[in-house]
């Protein structure tokens, strides 16, 4: 109750805020460490391109000025790279923006519905529950890969969108080509598919991967989300986009606020953009990383599920907390799956090499007073 008798509404009271991966500089002053790494919140652990750095420093000299509100160039620059006309590209404050503004223009009544797998990314669940409508949890299958088999039975006349996070947060796994064709043939009319590919260049060289770049080209009702957070190292800066039919795009531009995208974000977009060696840096630290993170696991009895993202999933079949805690006193942060419902669920994001190889220390230690 408020003490104001103030008449918040009641699924704003009930939603969960979102819990962060816990800071360096927290763990550091909490544990009086020195050294502390953060393998807990996906982020590229190479950086960003040093191409990005170089234009946000260019950029900060005109910040007094508002953003281009249409981010025409950034805009027209995704549109070549990806074959779209700008009017199919979707832009927002990271792609967390663009999950709050696709709830807030297709959902807004308790009637409606929208279905999404579980576990999977925590925002989906935000975007239902701020729009009080129903959130329907179709559980992952037995290796942990979304079900669109029994995701697309739980569709009914409310259901107004489904989210698929492919990869999935915070599993790893895939769905293929032919199981994203199967349910898009048996999809009613009036229901939109959003393919969340935050993790997309992780995932790119895949040769049965939905792209959802090609169901927007058909003109399907498809939405394809992606970001700079992750394989472009943009994810302080916040920074996401999209591909999505004309007619959405042009709902989400009346639903966002003007400025939206700042002008350092534009730019350092811009110029990542064109920074494909970073890229493929990153992914190739990131498959050495993941191959390293997996067999300390597997070494330890976990099963470990494939991953196609940058970080690894893993079952302890024993709670995860402790052990998250016993890392955390060596100065190691990764996460749980606590609270994706999952408590012997561990996730750990690919660090550097030198990351990485402190993570398997420290987790051989803690598996050694199992
Ligand atoms: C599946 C998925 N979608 C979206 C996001 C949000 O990314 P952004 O930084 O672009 O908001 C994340 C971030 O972890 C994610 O895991």
Redesign the pocket.
């Known amino acids: 109750m408020s003490p104001m008798g103030l008449r918040i509404r009641p699924n704003v009271r009930r939603m969960e805020p979102y819990s962060p991966g816990k800071p360096v500089s927290e763990v550091k002053r909490e544990l009086g460490l020195e050294s502390v790494v953060k393998l807990a919140?996906?982020e590229n652990p190479l950086g960003p391109s040093p191409k990005a750095v170089e234009a946000v420093r260019r950029a900060a000299e005109s910040m007094h000025v508002y953003p281009d509100g249409s981010a025409y160039e950034l805009r027209q620059a995704l549109a070549r790279r990806f074959g779209l006309s700008g009017r199919q590209i979707l832009l927002g404050n990271?792609?967390?923006?663009l999950?709050h503004l696709l709830g807030l223009v297709f959902l807004g009544s308790p009637e409606d519905e929208m279905v999404v797998g579980d576990p999977s990314?925590v925002?989906y669940d935000a975007a239902a529950q701020l729009a009080d409508c129903r959130l329907v949890k179709v559980p992952l299958n037995s290796d942990l890969v979304h079900d669109l088999g029994a995701m697309a039975r739980a569709v009914t006349p409310r259901t107004k969108m489904v989210f698929v996070?492919n990869p999935n947060?915070p599993t790893g796994t895939i769905v293929r080509k032919a199981e994203v064709d199967a349910f898009l043939r048996d999809l009613p009319d009036g229901v939109l598919l959003v393919l969340?590919e935050?993790?997309f260049e992780f995932a790119a060289d895949v040769p049965d991967f939905p792209n959802s770049l090609d169901y927007v080209r058909e003109g399907r009702p498809v939405v394809g989300?992606r970001?700079f957070?992750k394989a472009y190292g943009l994810?302080g800066i916040?920074i996401?986009y999209g591909f999505a039919p004309e007619e959405v795009v042009d709902a989400v531009d009346r639903a966002r606020e003007p400025f939206d995208v700042n002008s350092l974000a534009q730019a350092a977009a811009v110029a990542a953009l064109e920074d494909g060696e970073h890229v493929a840096r990153t992914v190739a630290n990131n498959r050495e990383g993941a191959g390293r993170i997996a067999e300390v696991l597997r070494e330890a009895g976990a099963r470990v599920f494939p991953t196609y993202a940058n970080f690894v999933y893993a079952d302890l079949g024993r709670p995860a907390q402790p052990v998250f805690e016993a890392l955390l006193l060596q100065g190691v942060i990764v996460r749980t799956a606590t609270t994706m419902g999952s408590p012997t669920g561990l996730r750990v994001s690919v660090g550097t090499p030198e990351e990485v190889d402190r993570f398997v220390d420290a987790f051989r230690k803690v598996v050694a007073s199992w």
């Not at 990271?94 to 923006?97: A, C, F, I, M, V």
């Open positions: 919140s996906n990271g792609s967390d923006e999950i990314f925002r996070a947060n969340d935050a993790y989300l970001t957070s994810a916040r996401g």
